[in-house]
């Protein structure tokens, strides 16, 4: 029953981190689908972007997931802080 229950626990954190996964990969063809503005954007507008993504990946960090390039997009311990993420968002 314990061996059981641990698969199952396996299971729903790989299900969720795919879903995760999925849920970003069809936010960014969503996004492919619009024409293609940035090229024309003026610098000011370009900064404001990159700052949006910042908030983003900010964001996400709080949700509980992994930001930094060795973890990106996996779950993280609840409570846990992961030092490279946190150098990664003190980054500018």
């Known amino acids: 029953m314990h061996d059981e229950l641990r698969g199952l626990k396996e299971q ?4 969720i ?4 996964y999925l849920h970003i990969e ?3 063809l969503r996004k492919r689908l619009e024409p293609e503005k940035s090229e024309q954007l003026p ?6 972007m990159v700052g949006e993504g910042h ?9 509980g997931f992994h930001i930094c390039n060795t973890h990106y997009g ?4 609840e409570g846990d802080d992961c030092l490279f993420c946190l150098s ?3 980054q500018k």
Not at 17 to 20: A, G, L, S, T
Not at 43 to 48: A, P
Not at 55 to 63: F, P, T, V
Request: net charge negative; charged share 35%.
């Open 12 to 15: 729903l954190a790989y299900l």
């Open 17 to 20: 981190e795919e879903n995760h």
């Open 26 to 28: 069809n936010e960014n």
């Open 43 to 48: 610098d000011q507008e370009r900064k404001k």
């Open 55 to 63: 908030e983003n990946l900010a964001r996400l960090y709080q949700e």
């Open 74 to 77: 996996s779950i993280r311990p």
């Open 88 to 90: 990664f968002l003190h």
